[in-house]
């Protein structure tokens, strides 16, 4: 009996534990299979004789099957988007490491004054956004708001225009 | 000339087992050719080609037929069905013949198969619960037999005569009875019960078109007999038969009823391979491991005597018994093939096993010397046996509806029987497809073949008679089987 069922477990090992197998299973983290991505099967019952058992023995089920899209792994777009972070500030707390992303992109590299000004301009919106976090008033949410709007201001580029100030 | 010769061996040694087996214990070589005889399987579509399907496989009856099969399935699978079986056996006794028949009706199998995506290949796992042998027949007869001996006499033949006619008043202490023969023979045997499997498979394509498969059997089922035999005297010849006693008088019937019941379980494996060669053809290959089988079994032994005056009841705990023992059957070769033209799929299968390999092992109550004596039996008796199936089915395609028709030789595993013993099958079937994805499947096979038994074989004195009482059996069985599958 020990024989026999040593003789089992090595042709079940044989069988499950081949290198090098030719079949090649679907995993999450590949794309699902389909007739264009996966090797085509060999065809036993070809319509022609068989009708419609060509569907019921040849055709893979997962070949009509659509599987979900997962939600939550796609943050490539969000972070991108900096009009989306910016956006998303409004009514919480402020995040220091989001600081960098209200500065104006070009024109501090060309005056030192305009630099400065958009400096204390950009502490302003903090200190507005940190006004909005205590809640203190509405329109501390409409400094932010306003805040936010100069954010995309700054996006455009067209922060340069209140240097004139 | 040879198959007589053979035969007169056979039933020789075969009535001098079943004596020594009646009497002293009921485990025989009868058993071990009820195990290892091949069953007709649970799948409709396979049964209407003559279970010539090794070499085709592509559902979820592969868990029975070769477990490669499972890596063709591309699409997951319920399916089930019913079966009903219908034994008739025309008993020929002492001239006189007897028609009887024995039917049962069982859920056949069900079955879930689930093929893993792949981009290449096939992974396919697979559950089902399946009948792999009916037990189901039957024997009854009725004759006067003429001749100088009976069941009395035969009981108290040496070595081991039995109690029975003692504790009857059928005999005296010493063994002497007045019954010389000259009684009215009767008796039915009531065989039923089944053999179901737990299989859990798994199959894969290794290399492309070449899937290879795994079964494990988880075995169950039950089997239970009921030989039920009478002497009369219905010529009333005899008064007192004990001759000692002279209380009981007017001999008039004997009966002795034996039960046999079994309470099996075990386990076995099987491995298949299957090629697939483009679309003209596949080959399939199966190794069954031997099935061990764990038999629980109660014998129990009733009976009576009527006189005139008085009726004796036997004391049944003296004659009953409760043993447990493994039965190992043979390894079994298979390999088949099947071939695909213009809407015709052909179909063919050999299968070897050799019955002489049948082995009995004690677990409580047998002895080691009995069980000795068994196998000894086994391989004097018994013979290795090549089983072959064919089939053929044709595929209308316009209205999605199949003809089916087969036939199977399963031959006599007994050492020299004439081909009138083996287990002969012609087998049809129709299959029809709805909606793609449902498909509903019958068949049909129709079983004949000739065997023998006998109530005793031997006089008061021991000495061996040939077809003392003899039943000569012609056995048809019509079979049944209804399958309906689902795929998505």
Redesign the interface.
Known sequence: MKKLLLQIFFITLFIFGLNGCYTIIWSPDSEFPNQDNSEAVTVYYGDIYYGDYYYFYDIPWWYDYNPPVATGSDTKNRENNPDIGTLRDTGGRSDPLRVPDVQPPSRDQNSSGNNNDNSSSSSNNTSSNSSSDRGSSSSSSGSSGSSGSSTERNSNGERSSGGRK | MKSSIAVLYRLTVFSLLILYASVVYPQNTNDAVRLGLPGLGSNARALGMGDSYIGLS?DASAAYFNPAGFG?L???EISGGLQYTNFGNNTTFLNQGTDYSNSSTSLDRLSFAF?????????VFGLSYHTTKDFTSTVKFNGFNSANNSLIQALLAPPNPSDIPFQLYLASAENQTLIHGDLNQSGSILNSGAIKNWTFS?A???????F???N?DLITGSYDSNNQYYEDDTRDIYGRVDPTDSLHTDFQTFNLNRVLNWDISGWD?K?GVLY?F??LA?FGFTVQ??R?YDIKEKFTVNGYSQFSNDQVTLKSSDFSDEVEYNVWTPFELGAGFSV?L??FIFAAQGTLMDYSQTKFEDVSGLGAVTVEDINQNIKDQLTAVFNYNLGVEY?I??I?L?LRGGYMVQPSPYKGDPSDYDHKYITGGIGF?AD??I?LDFAIAHGWWKDFGDNYSFDQLGNYIAGASRTYQDISVNKFILTATY??
């Open positions: 592509d063709l591309k699409k997951m093929p893993f995506p792949t981009t290449r290949g096939s992974l798994g894969i394509e290794a290399y492309k078109n070449l290879i498969g795994l494990f494996a491995f697939q483009t679309n596949r491991f031997p061990s695909n213009r809407g595929t395609p316009m999605g199949r497809l793609e994805a498909g795929r998505f």
